[in-house]
């Protein structure tokens, strides 16, 4: 998957925090003035300063993650974004709003510079560890006594106003009001102002000024405390979008119970045990550390990470997974990944950087809002200087008007509507084990027209069992099936181990094979006691013109069975036919009712001869299906839909189907949670093999959009309402506020909406 910047895709290699300016005296001087001073010898010039663990990219740039806590809306990322965007030695930066991290690719010695630069803004910026787990923020408590005394102070202004006191009384508690919580308005709005963006903060700054130099006094104190409460309530509401991603983090225990060296058991940090470390977990407990069970089994909830309703029974040799839950029995499992190498831990670092993804919606929204602001800033001087100069019109009542202009044109809803409305999404797939790589994922899903999926694995169990057996010619039944054996166990195809585990679980020990060679789409090629022998599917006899008119009728009967058959033959022709079954799962034949339901037409894209692929579609429900396909021939087909202009789906489990699943529009890896990589490289990973996933996301898909066009709509539906409202004199300054963050607190509320896992899973 690309990422919006293109220099992250550049090689990375860690390094250590290297610290410049250390002191050498007691004075507390730096080595650049050391050397001027007698109690010091000259020291040596250090390298520039980086956070701990920064990455060196490949061509000497340095990656940065800086946290900044004040950076968490589309206003602050414009003002980063000009400050930064222009500096020399610059090359990319990345927002994640949502976890407050600025990512800064820059050279070496620019980071000095690069946080100075953010520290202008008014803001704290803190260098992060490259790749470091996010943590939980919490804002520090503000004191609550300055915006009760604003509350009294405007509404006595108000109350002076109306009962005709004197005016410096009604002044004098207006500026009370606006001093007591337009502070950090005005700061970010003279910030913003001294850098040329005109943002909300500097909107309402010049708003609440201009009505003070008219004589609004009341209305510009009431103005103030309005947004001071709109701007805390927005910013709770956007804390629990950002908290629903981040609440993964909490699922895995910080400290597990390991063996140790002298055969006793102690605590310790998970982020301290190595791989190979053996573990204990008891009932109840959370499971600190991805595994596999060595001893005892037991019951776990998954839920967290596969999003599976039912507990999942565990043995020796199951995978554990990090932040899941043990049920019933105690268990000891071998530690097979580090703590920042879990499955949730990479989970956790695919959502937040889909975070900083822009969806199609967002980029568009963003485009608009460039000139969008401006548009209406052209407007409101117009409107304060061309009346009173061509119509005589009133100079004060005209730029009132103007104000309240200025406060409506800020896009701060429009903007902050999209990304909150995307992560929520994200949010909500995540908690049904659904692992969306990027909102454009989650926006693209709904247009689906088909989906193709693979069948081992996929549709079927994977774990087919050898059914038939028969041998052709003159060779004997041990000697067939320890030949077969003997190569079906140096092959990792699931027909291959039904045949190699059938020889197993009969006593028959396999045949050694020499010069071993996969056949991708075929079958395997060895050589035993010095002759040449193939295992393949009826693709391979053919081609090898060993298909005879009776082998051909056996195979028909077996392949109209919905079975699979591999053919044991050497120079001289087939001497044994194996047949293996795989059976549906039960979730497939719901998933493709579902997903018919939806109005998407579905695609079988199999290996598997053409037989057995329509029988094992027939029972599904599957529109189409096509069999004894090649990588390459599953590929064609996918650029075949494409190619007519409709949207497509792929489904797959294994490496033959990474070709089509990198062409198809989405590409869906199954059982993600046990395939780590599939994590990486998939666009969306459902996080076990329930494919009735499918049609939730894309029911949650289509959810996203509607919410997306809602909020759109209500951001410039009620600005346009209330802009034409104060065009023609009845617009009020307050109700500029309402008309900015209030459309903000309404499309952030609609946007949580998706949150509500019902609502996320059935809605349609």
Request: glycine letters at 10%; one cysteine or more; charged letters at 20%.
């Amino acid at each position: 998957m690309s990422t919006p910047d293109s220099t992250r895709s550049r090689a990375a290699i860690e390094l250590p925090i290297i610290q410049g300016g250390t002191s050498c005296c007691g004075g507390g001087h730096t080595h650049e003035h050391a050397a001027h001073d007698s109690c010091c010898a000259p020291a040596p010039v250090s390298p520039p300063r980086k956070p701990a663990h920064a990455t060196l990219l490949a061509d000497g740039d340095v990656r940065s993650p800086i946290r900044i806590l004040q950076m968490d809306c589309p206003t602050e990322e414009a003002l980063l974004r000009k400050k930064l965007g222009g500096m020399p030695g610059v090359r990319g930066l990345e927002f994640d709003l949502m976890g407050r991290v600025l990512t800064v690719d820059h050279r070496p010695e620019r980071l000095d510079a690069v946080l100075d630069a953010i520290r202008s803004l008014g803001f704290n910026p803190e260098p992060l560890a490259e790749g470091a787990a996010p943590t939980a923020i919490e804002d520090a408590p503000k004191p609550w006594w300055p915006l009760a005394l604003a509350v009294v102070a405007a509404l006595a202004s108000e109350a002076a106003h109306w009962l005709s006191a004197p005016e410096w009384a009604s002044a004098l508690l207006a500026g009370i009001a606006v001093l007591a919580c337009g502070g950090t308005t005005f700061r970010k709005g003279w910030i913003a102002v001294r850098n040329g963006n005109f943002n909300i903060n500097a909107l309402m700054s010049i708003a609440v000024t201009g009505a003070f130099l008219i004589g609004q006094w009341p209305e510009a104190a009431m103005v103030m405390v309005l947004f001071t409460i709109a701007e805390m309530v927005e910013a709770r509401s956007l804390d629990r979008a950002r908290n629903a991603i981040r609440g993964l983090m909490e699922l895995a225990p910080e400290e597990a119970t390991v063996l140790q060296p002298d055969g006793s058991w102690r605590v310790m940090a998970a982020r301290e045990v190595d791989i190979g470390a053996r573990a204990r977990v008891r009932p109840g407990e959370r499971i600190a550390l991805d595994g596999e069970v060595a001893s005892g089994h037991s019951t776990v909830n998954q839920a967290p990470i596969t999003g599976e309703s039912l507990p999942v029974d565990k043995s020796v040799g199951d995978a554990v997974f990090a932040g899941t839950i043990n049920e019933t029995g105690s268990f000891e499992y071998v530690v097979n990944a580090r703590a920042d190498n879990s499955t949730l831990a990479r989970i956790i670092h695919a959502i937040e950087a889909a975070q900083g993804a822009r969806a199609p919606t967002q980029r568009f929204v963003d485009a608009f809002a460039k000139v969008y602001t401006p548009a209406v800033l052209v407007v409101a001087l117009g409107v304060a200087l061309l009346p009173p100069l061509l119509l005589d019109g009133a100079w004060l009542a005209w730029i009132y008007k103007a104000l309240v202009l200025l406060v409506i044109a800020c896009p701060c809803a429009l903007v902050i509507s999209t990304p909150v409305t995307i992560v929520s999404g994200l949010a909500a797939a995540a908690r049904r084990g659904i692992l969306v790589k990027g909102g454009v994922y989650l926006e693209r899903g709904r247009e689906l027209a088909w989906i193709a999926l693979d069948k081992t694995g996929t549709l079927t169990r994977g774990k087919p069992a050898q059914t038939d057996f028969a041998t052709l010619a003159d060779l004997d039944a041990a000697t067939a099936r320890r030949f077969a054996g003997g190569l079906a166990t140096r092959s990792d195809h699931p027909v291959s181990r039904a045949v190699a585990e059938a020889a197993r679980a009969d006593g028959v020990t396999p045949a050694a094979v020499d010069a071993f060679e996969a056949l991708p789409g075929r079958g395997v090629r060895g050589v035993i006691d010095g002759r040449a022998w193939l295992l393949g599917n009826h693709r391979l006899i053919h081609e090898r013109g060993l298909c005879g008119e009776a082998l051909e009728a056996r195979l028909a009967v077996l392949e109209s069975q919905g079975k699979t058959v591999v053919v044991l033959a050497d120079e001289e022709g087939a001497q044994a036919l194996f047949a293996v079954a795989d059976t549906l799962k039960d979730s497939s034949r719901a998933a493709i009712a579902e997903l018919h339901a939806l109005g998407i037409r579905t695609l079988m894209l199999t290996g598997d001869n053409a037989q057995t692929a329509q029988a094992i579609a027939a029972q599904a429900g599957i529109d189409e299906a096509h069999g004894d396909l090649l990588p390459e021939d599953k590929l064609a087909r996918i650029e075949e839909r494409v190619g007519q202009g409709a949207a497509v789906g792929m489904v797959g489990d294994g490496i033959n189907d990474a070709p089509a699943l990198a062409r198809a529009d989405i590409g869906f890896a199954m059982g993600a949670a046990g395939t780590g990589t599939a994590i990486e490289t998939a666009d969306v990973a459902l996080m076990d093999d329930d494919l009735r996933k499918l049609p939730q996301f894309i029911r949650l898909s289509r959810r996203t959009h509607r919410l997306l066009v809602q909020n759109i709509v209500l951001a410039l539906g009620i600005k346009a309402v209330f802009l034409g409202l104060t065009l023609v004199g009845l617009g009020t300054m307050w109700m500029a506020v309402f008309a900015d963050v209030g459309a903000s607190l309404i499309v952030v509320a609609n946007g949580l909406r998706l949150l509500r896992a019902e609502e996320a899973a059935h809605g349609a």
